[in-house]
């Protein structure tokens, strides 16, 4: 089993203050890709919108989160220490599973075979729209 990640909020709190943090850095991120795409000042000011900045705040902050990835087994033993509801997407017989426990007694999971970097960038989005979109 191994680790990705660096967010791994422990409270509703402590989520609010992490996603706040990537505010910055997401406004930079669009405005270097707007730079890198030429927009001059009115198509800037067309196109980057609050929605747009938002967005990228959202992926950022899922893109940072803590996953855990390991096998089937030590996914299992991970979820019977675990004392919330852990919601599974895929299929039961596949050997390998990612995860995430947010900070409200809750976690994803998904299982994958091979692609691992796919699993993790799925997972981190479903986590992202069941754990924390509502908090943030």
Do not use: I, P, W, Y
């Given at each position: 089993?191994?680790?990705?990640?660096t967010v791994a909020p422990a409270s509703v709190e402590e989520a609010r203050e992490q996603y706040e943090d990537v505010g910055p850095a997401a406004q930079t991120v669009v405005r270097e890709v707007a730079k890198a795409m030429e927009f001059d000042r009115e198509e800037y000011n067309d196109r980057v919108t609050g929605e747009v900045v938002e967005t990228a705040r959202d992926a950022l902050f899922a893109s940072l989160l803590r996953v855990h990835v390991g096998s089937r087994e030590a996914f299992d033993d991970w979820e019977a220490s675990y004392d919330g509801e852990v919601t599974v997407v895929g299929h039961e017989s596949v050997d390998r599973v990612v995860w995430h426990a947010g900070p409200e007694d809750e976690?994803?999971?998904?299982?994958?075979?091979?692609?691992?970097?796919?699993?993790?960038?799925?997972?981190?989005?479903?986590?992202?729209?069941?754990?924390y979109r509502e908090l943030v």
């Open positions: 089993m191994h680790t990705v990640g976690a994803v999971a998904a299982t994958f075979q091979n692609e691992e970097e796919a699993a993790v960038a799925t997972l981190r989005r479903q986590a992202f729209g069941r754990l």
